[in-house]
């Protein structure tokens, strides 16, 4: 097989990702799912720019208020969630017959099923169909799975142009930039910006009738884009649902350009991620309501697409189906985490999410941003992957992630789980907070250790006291400035609780007898 | 990962030897208490007629109302100067009975290509499988009325001829009335659109950025 590594990574320690293949024990997935630098660094580089913030919290509250709005039109949204959840925890469960069963429907409607155990083997397989076809440019429906395992960057290293179509995506892509948000991947730009961008770098616009209204800009792009659709041999998709009743594949868009894909070109490849089967054609009526209310906010998106095989005369002649894995089998093996897998890529939790909304999704460095992100991207790689470990961290817990999910991910319950995971991996080496945990442990079992221990913080904070005018210490030395260096450290109090109980019963015992005399 | 481990038919076995080793166990039951399809459809009535209009208009398509016996004359008003219609094989002649312009049929002589279909001001018309009131959806299912999925796709205006009977309430209703779900599905809501600036839904990128709507009431 040819083909190979994606060439152009977010970052180099991508690399440490690589997975060891069959019999060398870790099948984590690989590409576009490891973050290069700690969730910490990554985020305070974002948290410079105060356009990205103020772009991100203007568009961020215009879809939570929309979505809340179709949501409420919904009476019976609670018992569509959990037929949702319960649809894909049924997937999970059966997942190898259900995949047996796609397959052969599939097979039988005209199809050619593929299997990919991670994303070089995804890449290399496509790269080879595209090869077969004898074109060298490929028009592309916006994909997280595509994007996840890296095949724009390997087309590229064979010669190959992939052409992205979602207008997002091609903002994204002629910025020269990297995507920030599932859904919405230009998110981080406003109006302004994106006709800069499409000034600069859009082949041919038309400088005269380009301006930053909306309009204006999807003309220019719907100008950019015609003559390549119209005159496309291959396309590359991926799918929102597969159908293992009837082998149908379901895309979810807006703009037609996903539409134009899956109809025009001659040949027709589907990167498909093992989880998003659902069982039957029926199970649509759930995630047809469920996915487009959570992630643009609509009651329906424009256009929904349903293909099943080939169809004499109507849209591809050979259609490709590839199956991937990289990273969810071991995901699945988790009990308490495999519930990742049931995420429809709707968006919902990164547009609730007040992390996300003040560091974008650039600072995750993975394909996969928000609280979706810091729990599916670690999992799918492996814990041990560049920076992946830092990212059950980048959380405040608040739990507006799962109130908005709609297939009932307990993201704050995966991410406990995750620290915890990482806690327990490093049990036995030393650690800092264990050993000062350990002293606090020693001196509170006892109470006259635990007194002692206050009244020595209480002597020796007491010039602390006078300096700071008892406001607390912003800035303690190494190594206690791991903690003040994002929160000040508060005084002991000039008085203990304890003391001041002890003097209160002492003057409560001496009026009392007082007044019995 | 070596050659030998990619060879044909082990990444299969493989994937599936894996998820049947880490999958769960237990057996699910899905609820099914949302509210369903019900067992004998009811007829459309004028409140879920009503309500098929206000959301199609709410997504900026433009709607008009008339008796079956004014189609012609709606349809030839609705399409106005438009110089070229192209119609699916199954659209009735009785639809564009006085429509003045040129009626090309897609497959009469010739299927038509996609260069035919991307003249400017050219528009189709077509009929739809089944609509949903409450998304405001059309659902195309390439049956008769409707054709092949390109001819509702390039031309730059689309016109769809909705039956009375055809109007569902909700999504579960629609794909239960949809006949063969392996026929290529199209669900249409609206003209082509994008939320990909600022998040805001602008009308017309690539399908069509016209979507006329006529019910066909009584």
Excluded at chain 1, 122 to 150: F, W
Aim: proline content about 8%; overall charge positive.
């Amino acid at each position: 097989m040819t083909g190979g590594e994606p060439a152009a990574r977010r970052g180099g320690v991508a690399e440490a990702a690589v997975a060891t293949g069959p019999g060398g024990g870790h099948r984590g997935g690989t590409g576009n799912i490891v973050a290069p630098l700690p969730f910490p660094v990554a985020a305070r580089r974002e948290l410079g720019d105060a356009q990205l913030r103020a772009n991100l919290r203007r568009a961020t509250h215009t879809i939570r208020d929309k979505r809340l709005r179709v949501v409420g039109e919904v009476p019976d949204w609670p018992q569509l969630r959990a037929a949702g959840a319960a649809i894909k925890n049924d997937v999970l469960a059966r997942l190898p017959e259900l995949l047996e069963q796609f397959e052969a429907a599939a097979t039988a409607a005209g199809a050619t099923v593929h299997w990919a155990r991670d994303a070089a083997e995804a890449c290399a397989l496509v790269t080879d169909l595209v090869r077969g076809t004898g074109s060298t440019e490929v028009v592309k429906v916006k994909s997280m799975a595509t994007q996840e395992i890296g095949l724009n960057e390997a087309l590229a290293e064979a010669g190959i142009a992939a052409v992205e179509t979602d207008l997002a995506e091609l903002i994204v892509q002629l910025a020269d930039d990297t995507p920030s948000h599932i859904l919405v991947p230009a998110i981080h730009y406003n109006r302004r910006q994106i006709r800069e961008i499409f000034a600069r770098r859009m082949p041919g616009v038309d400088l005269g009738t380009l301006t930053d209204e909306p309009a204006a800009l999807a003309e220019a792009a719907r100008r950019h884009l015609r003559a390549k659709f119209l005159s496309a041999k291959v396309a590359v998709s991926g799918a929102n649902f597969a159908i293992a009743e009837t082998g149908t594949l379901v895309v979810v868009e807006s703009e037609g350009n996903g539409r134009m894909c899956l109809t025009l070109p001659e040949t027709l490849i589907s990167v498909v991620g093992v989880e998003k089967l659902l069982p039957t054609f029926r199970d649509l009526e759930v995630f047809l309501q469920l996915l487009p209310r959570s992630s643009t906010g609509e009651r329906m998106n424009p256009y929904t697409s349903m293909w099943t095989g080939v169809t004499p005369g109507d849209g591809p002649t050979t259609l490709h189906i590839v199956l991937v894995d990289n990273g969810r089998t071991t995901t699945l093996a988790d009990p308490v985490g495999r519930q990742a897998l049931r995420c429809i890529r709707c968006s919902a939790c990164l547009n609730v999410c007040p992390v996300y909304e003040r560091v974008g999704g650039r600072a995750y460095g993975s394909v996969y941003p928000g609280p979706i992100g810091a729990i599916l991207s670690p999992q799918l790689t492996g814990p041990e992957a560049g920076a992946n470990r830092s990212l059950p961290y980048a959380s405040t817990l608040c739990g507006a992630c799962f109130d908005a999910c709609p297939v009932r991910i307990d993201i704050p319950q995966v991410l406990v789980h995750l620290r915890q995971r990482g806690v327990d991996a490093r049990r036995g080496r030393p650690s800092a907070e264990r050993a000062a945990m350990r002293t606090m442990s020693w001196v509170m079992r006892d109470r006259r250790r635990y007194a002692a221990a206050l009244r020595a913080a209480r002597r020796g904070s007491a010039p602390l006291r006078w300096l700071t005018g008892g406001r607390g210490v912003r800035r303690l030395p190494w190594p206690l400035s791991a903690w003040t260096a994002s929160r000040d450290a508060p005084l002991p109090a000039a008085q203990t609780f304890r003391d001041w109980w002890a003097a209160r019963e002492g003057t409560r015992a001496a009026g009392g007898r007082r007044d019995a005399g | 990962m070596t050659p030998a481990d990619r060879a044909a038919g082990s990444a299969r076995e493989e994937i599936l030897a894996r998820i049947r080793a880490a999958r769960p166990t237990a057996p699910v039951t899905v609820p099914r208490d949302y509210r369903t399809a019900p067992a004998v459809p009811t007829p459309p009535d004028a409140d879920l007629l009503d309500l098929l209009v206000d959301r199609l208009v709410d997504y900026r398509a433009t709607v008009r109302r008339c008796a079956p016996r004014d189609v012609a004359g709606a349809l030839a008003d609705l399409l106005g100067p438009v110089p070229t219609v192209v119609a699916p094989a199954g659209v009735p002649e009785t639809w564009l009975s006085t429509y003045l312009g040129r009626i090309r049929r897609d497959g009469d002589p010739a299927p038509l290509t996609v260069a035919d279909l991307d003249e400017p001001g050219l528009a189709v018309v077509t009929g739809c499988a089944v609509a949903v009131a409450q998304t405001g959806t059309l659902i195309l299912d390439g049956g008769p009325e409707q054709g092949r999925r390109l001819l509702s796709l390039v031309p730059d205006h689309h016109l769809c001829v909705v039956r009375a009977d055809q109007v569902v309430a909700g999504v579960p209703e629609a794909l239960a009335r949809l006949a063969d779900p392996t026929r290529p599905i199209t669900l249409i809501s609206g003209p082509s659109a994008t939320s990909d600036i600022e998040l805001n839904r602008v009308e017309g990128v690539h399908g069509p950025r016209r979507l006329d709507v006529l019910l066909v009431d009584g």
